[in-house]
């Protein structure tokens, strides 16, 4: 399986250039649907890919405080082995929804939204979803999560209409004013910060109140590069159950704070 390690769309890293950067800044000052402000804090729990660890030891820990994650499954690497672990397949697919967790899309082949093209970027994102409908997904897919959390003004203003919510990887809380479709997260990762990171914008949803969501990959006790150890979402879910934040789905989380109407 060395050679799914190496295949273009796991080794791919988007451009850290000047002008990609001042684009990156323009996109998401630019707003295309703009969230009201949650009445009390909500932490919603993703993960992108999705790896077999996450949708096994991630759901066990979020459910263990009574709460359902969403995931983030990007059709072509459904069966691969990557260095996130081993890759979700149809049975962790019917085994989440069946648990009450939800399932949102992460385009076929994991391409750079900001540099594809739209009407392809928009196929690439159709075509994730049919495949994970023969996959057996049933439930409807009403979020989305930008892999490397590229996006630009053009897609999300076509996202609006097609999902209820749409994920990038911009540090911080969604409160009112932020982008449905480009809200904002908090990454878990091996890096020693992440945790201390999390918990201070608990902190500050808990007093704002604001939506936070994490976001990460497998579940390991020896992770993958964007993953995390066990303990430590442990940690950070327990310290969410204690502080009173209600911990819901992206879906949950947009009618609650919409009225069901976003
Ligand atoms: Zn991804």
Not at 239 to 259: F, H, K, Y
Request: glycine share 12%.
């Amino acid at each position: 399986m060395t050679q799914a390690i190496n295949s273009p769309a796991l080794t791919y890293q988007p451009s850290r250039s000047l002008p990609a950067r001042l684009e990156r800044r323009v996109v998401q000052w630019r707003t295309a649907s703009r969230l009201p402000g949650p009445r009390r804090p909500i932490v919603s729990f993703t993960f992108d890919d999705f790896p077999k660890s996450a949708g096994d030891t991630g759901a066990d820990i979020v459910e263990g405080i009574g709460g359902r994650a969403c995931f983030y499954a990007c059709s072509s690497m459904a069966g691969i082995q990557t260095v996130s672990g081993e890759m979700f397949d149809s049975q962790d697919i019917a085994a989440l929804t069946r648990a009450g967790h939800e399932i949102g899309g992460h385009t076929r082949s994991h391409l750079d939204c900001a540099r594809a093209g739209l009407e392809d970027v928009l196929s690439d994102i159709s075509g994730g979803i049919e495949d994970l409908r023969a996959m057996g997904l049933r439930d409807p897919v009403r979020q989305f999560a930008y892999p490397f959390g590229e996006t630009g003004y053009g897609l999300k203003r076509a996202l609006a209409d097609r999902f209820d919510g749409a994920r990038g990887i911009l540090g911080g809380l969604n409160g009112p004013g932020n982008d449905r479709v480009q809200l904002r997260a908090v990454e878990l990762d091996g890096d020693e910060d992440s945790l201390p990171r999390a918990l201070s914008l608990l902190e500050e949803a808990m007093r704002r109140p604001a939506w936070m969501i994490v976001f990460t990959h497998d579940v390991r006790a020896k992770p993958g590069p964007w993953g995390v150890q066990p303990a430590i979402l442990r940690k950070l879910a327990h310290a969410v159950r204690d502080a009173g934040a209600a911990v819901l789905t992206p879906s949950q989380a947009i009618d609650e704070i919409t009225g069901g109407a976003p």
